[in-house]
């Protein structure tokens, strides 16, 4: 069993909807991590989040792109206004003594 | 940034038949590790290794951090073993994985 959970497993969404997309931990650690697949493509790193801050992101990790942990549980990956680029698979990972592990993804369709 | 290339892109093998994937990097890492992501499109962690030699079951893995390449072998494959194999480093603690590109693994019965 994955030690994170990812909902929902898929999203079709319009252009220019917000999206938010969350991850469970199941149980604590310290360092989050969102990667995005885009079909096809390797694996992209967007942001890495360490005690509840975020501590690195990417080129891709625009305005349009937030991550929050509102209530110490959830961790949110939030596109405010999606375009049809942003469709890919979505992957929430967790670190543990420098190996990461990744929750089973959310596919975003976007029309 | 590091670069990280993955050979061959696409390999085609008959079940039974073993396989060599190899991982080049560009520079110093902290960690590599290698994943299968299989149909469904999950990231399985198969081995955390920075350095060294690594053995799970008819998988083996290999580290040569001072040469910066990284080897995974596939003994007796199986149709199961299909899917895309990616290497992926990081150059820092709590830092990004960068991933390599993939190979894209096809086991015929």
């Known amino acids: 069993e994955p030690e994170v959970t990812q909902t929902p497993s898929h999203q079709v969404t319009q252009m220019g909807q917000e999206v938010i997309l969350r991850c469970v931990p199941i149980?604590?650690?310290?360092?989050f991590y969102w990667y995005r697949q885009i079909l096809g493509q390797k694996v992209e790193f967007l942001v890495s989040?360490?005690?509840?801050?975020?501590?690195?992101k990417s080129e891709i990790f625009d305005d349009q792109f937030s991550v929050e942990r509102p209530d110490g549980s959830n961790f949110t990956l939030k596109i405010r206004s999606t375009k049809l680029e942003d469709s890919a698979m979505y992957f929430c990972?967790?670190?543990?003594?420098?190996?990461?592990?990744f929750g089973p993804g959310t596919r975003l369709t976007v029309l | 940034g590091i670069q990280v290339e993955q050979s061959p892109p696409d390999l085609i093998l008959q079940e039974g038949a073993n396989s060599t994937l190899r991982c080049n990097f560009s520079?110093?890492?902290?960690?590599l590790q290698w994943f299968h992501q299989n149909p469904w499109g999950q990231l399985i962690n198969l081995f955390y290794i920075p350095s060294g030699t690594k053995q799970n079951g008819r998988l083996s893995a290999t580290t040569v951090a001072t040469e910066r390449y990284s080897l995974l072998y596939i003994s007796s494959s199986q149709t199961t073993d299909s899917g895309v194999y990616f290497c992926?480093?990081?150059?820092?603690?709590?830092?990004?994985?960068?991933f390599g590109q993939g190979t894209e693994l096809s086991v015929k019965p």
């Open positions: 990972a967790y670190g543990a003594y420098n190996e990461q592990f």
């Open positions: 149980s604590n650690h310290l360092y």
């Open positions: 989040f360490y005690n509840n801050e975020i501590s690195e």
């Open positions: 520079d110093s890492v902290n960690n």
């Open positions: 992926a480093v990081t150059y820092n603690q709590g830092g990004k994985l960068i």
